[in-house]
């Protein structure tokens, strides 16, 4: 019998201290402190306050079978995220706009359902993994969305990676008909989410955090609590922002040492062993110097999050040059037709259009 019923349809002073020298930064963005022990060094702070590891205690884990959860969404993310639920012995309903995205995991013991709105009917707890705000929106609240099947004592957990006003949007639409609300953006690609080890950046009704927290720990390494809806998907694109410029920055590296007649995969080695090292380098370099970019993380949501996040920085009048050059060559790889290859895809912008053609 499986254990749990599943639908899945795709501060410190230091730091407020800051916030009284921006006073831009609406009150909601602030950091908030949330517990009287976040006098201790910020870091270490932020991680023992607002996460927990591995909080599927067993007396959790007898508590899982008393709930039912769905999943909407079986794209790159949703698909393993969901096996990962089902390999743990819990019931899972699935829900895909393409329907035979579902049928691997039906093959695992998932349940399917036609629509959000009978997944959120059917089960207490839904996830949602959708592309971006749009869809998002229209999982949850468009027509046969999630709000016409959910209702009060039942959760709703958006993990997909929005703008905070979308976030808010689908809260306010959620709440409304009595259920609770959780924001709750991964950090983590193909992999991790295959592997288990993805970090949630979660925020809204403390109630409902608790309850999906042994389902995250399956999910992922780590879950930050941040306060209020909006939270988590600000940190989310805050996060996504440093990424994307990261990769831009380290293409134009990969192809600057090529031109000078040193040896990128050298290049990348020395990356990796020094103060700038990040997994990303070591993992995606050597494909980008053959001009491969096997998808994990689509340009076209990298595209997306760097959009999003220079409109967050546009709300609260922050500065994001980087950015928004990051972001420019985004747009250019899209327009080369690269949106479905792997974000890393973004070195292509870089090339001359004769060298790219040849
Ligand atoms: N891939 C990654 O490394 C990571 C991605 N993310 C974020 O997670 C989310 C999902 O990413 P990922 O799984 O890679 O994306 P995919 O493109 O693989 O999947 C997108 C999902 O959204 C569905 N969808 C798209 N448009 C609509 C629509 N109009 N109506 C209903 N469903 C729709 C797709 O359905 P269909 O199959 O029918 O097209 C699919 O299930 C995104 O917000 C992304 O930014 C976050 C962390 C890492
Ligand atoms: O959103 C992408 C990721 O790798 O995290």
Redesign the pocket.
């Known amino acids: 019998m499986p254990l749990v019923s599943l639908s899945f349809a795709?501060s410190s002073s230091k730091a407020m201290a800051l916030c009284s020298i921006c006073p831009r930064i609406p009150l909601r963005f602030r950091p908030k402190p949330i517990s009287p022990f976040l006098s201790k060094p910020q870091i270490c702070l932020a991680y023992r306050v607002y996460s927990s590891l591995q909080s599927t205690t067993p007396s959790t884990r007898d508590e899982l079978g008393t709930v039912s959860i769905g999943f909407l969404?079986?794209?790159?993310?949703?698909s393993p995220m969901a096996q990962n639920l089902i390999k743990a012995g819990c019931d899972v309903t699935v829900w895909?706009?393409?329907k035979s995205?579902c049928d691997p995991l039906v093959g695992l013991g998932a349940k399917y359902k036609s629509s959000p709105e009978e997944v959120t009917a059917t089960c207490d707890l839904t996830f949602a993994?959708?592309?971006?705000p749009?869809?998002?929106i229209?999982?949850a609240c468009g027509k046969n969305g999630a709000i016409f099947g959910i209702s009060s004592g039942k959760g709703y957990v958006d993990?997909?990676?929005?703008d905070v006003a979308s976030s808010i949007l689908i809260s306010k639409q959620i709440k409304d008909t009595g259920a609770l609300f959780l924001e709750a953006?991964?950090?983590?690609?193909?992999k991790p989410?295959e592997d288990g080890q993805l970090i949630f950046l979660t925020a809204g009704d403390k109630p409902l955090y608790e309850k999906a927290a042994p389902f995250l720990d399956i999910m992922g390494k780590s879950k930050f609590y941040l306060g209020e809806v909006g939270n988590g998907a600000a940190m989310k694109l805050v996060v996504n922002m440093i990424m994307g410029s990261m990769m831009a920055s380290f293409a134009e590296g990969i192809l600057l040492s090529q031109k000078v007649g040193l040896d990128p995969n050298v290049l990348v080695e020395v990356v990796s062993q020094g103060a700038i090292n990040a997994p990303m380098y070591s993992l995606k370099g050597p494909s980008m110097i053959k001009s491969v970019y096997p998808t994990?993380?689509?340009l076209k949501?990298q595209q997306?999050?760097m959009r999003l996040a220079l409109g967050l920085a546009e709300s609260v009048s922050q500065s994001t040059p980087i950015a928004a050059a990051a972001n420019e060559l985004y747009k250019v790889a899209k327009s080369y037709g690269l949106s479905d290859e792997d974000f890393s895809a973004v070195i292509e912008a870089l090339k001359a259009a004769k060298s790219r053609e040849a």
């Open positions: 795709s969404g079986m794209g790159i993310m949703g895909n706009r393409t995205k993994m959708l592309a971006d749009e869809s998002a229209d999982v993990v997909s990676t929005v953006p991964v950090s983590g690609s193909k989410a994990a993380f689509p949501h997306k999050d």
